[in-house]
T-cell receptor, first 110, second 111 residues
Framework: EDQVTQSPEALRLQEGESSSLNCSYT??????LFWYRQDPGKGPEFLFT???AGEEKEKERLKATLTKKESFLHITAPKPEDSATYLC???????????FGKGTRLSVIA | DTAVSQTPKYLVTQMGNDKSIKCEQN?????MYWYKQDSKKFLKIMFS???????INETVPNRFSPKSPDKAHLNLHINSLELGDSAVYFC??????????FGPGTRLLVL
């Protein structure tokens, strides 16, 4: 069974304090690993897709990396507006659904 | 211009009632999905339709029935609502095998 585990559950950072969020996964043939951001009361907002080990993608202060067992979302010099829940999901090959982790709730304090 | 929209945004109803949630996407995608996010914020797939055909049907009570009148719309009808159905329901869409884009969610509260 495909599984995703995210850690930590919650993370509190000072503005400017860089850190990383972890997403460990097991999947029967990875088609893609996805990162989403979810603000309170809103739907998940797409950030990145990673397809193969060694791949990296960046967007503003966020950088996502992928190995064969896990993905990291690195946040460099975060700002209060980066506060949100970050969701990781994997998709196996074929007509398979996204399998989500429980998310990491990030709070960035000014 | 909203890409994936859902109505209503909030739904408060009594146990035993029947209710529907509507979803529309203007992205030209072939595949649409319904997800349920429970009180612990865990997001889980319920159904997936591709070009109006059901392709994924996870273990969901048969009180839940999706309907896709065309590939831009996917509605969710729920019969005989129970307390445990209280959750946020998200619609999403994608090109086949591509990134999924989510709607704003429908918050259902069953009293």
């Amino acid at each position: 069974e495909d599984q995703v585990t995210q850690s930590p559950e919650a993370l509190r950072l000072q503005e400017g304090e860089s850190s990383s969020l972890n997403c460990s996964y097991t999947v029967s043939g990875l088609r893609g690993l996805f990162w989403y951001r979810q603000d309170p009361g809103k739907g998940p907002e797409f950030l990145f897709t990673l397809y193969s080990a060694g791949e990296e993608k960046e967007k503003e202060r966020l950088k996502a990396t992928l190995t064969k067992k896990e993905s990291f979302l690195h946040i460099t010099a975060p700002k209060p507006e980066d506060s949100a829940t970050y969701l990781c999901a994997v998709q196996a090959w074929g007509n398979t659904p996204l399998v989500f982790g429980k998310g990491t709730r990030l709070s960035v304090i000014a | 211009d909203t890409a994936v929209s859902q109505t209503p945004k909030y739904l408060v109803t009594q146990m035993g009632n029947d209710k529907s949630i509507k979803c529309e996407q203007n992205l030209g995608h072939d595949t649409m999905y319904w997800y349920k996010q429970d009180s612990k914020k865990f997001l889980k797939i319920m159904f997936s339709y591709n070009n109006k055909e059901l392709i994924i049907n996870e273990t969901v009570p048969n009180r839940f029935s999706p309907k896709s009148p065309d590939k831009a719309h996917l509605n969710l009808h729920i019969n005989s609502l129970e307390l445990g159905d209280s959750a946020v329901y998200f619609c999403a869409s994608s090109g086949l095998g591509e990134t999924q884009y989510f709607g704003p969610g429908t918050r259902l509260l069953v009293l």
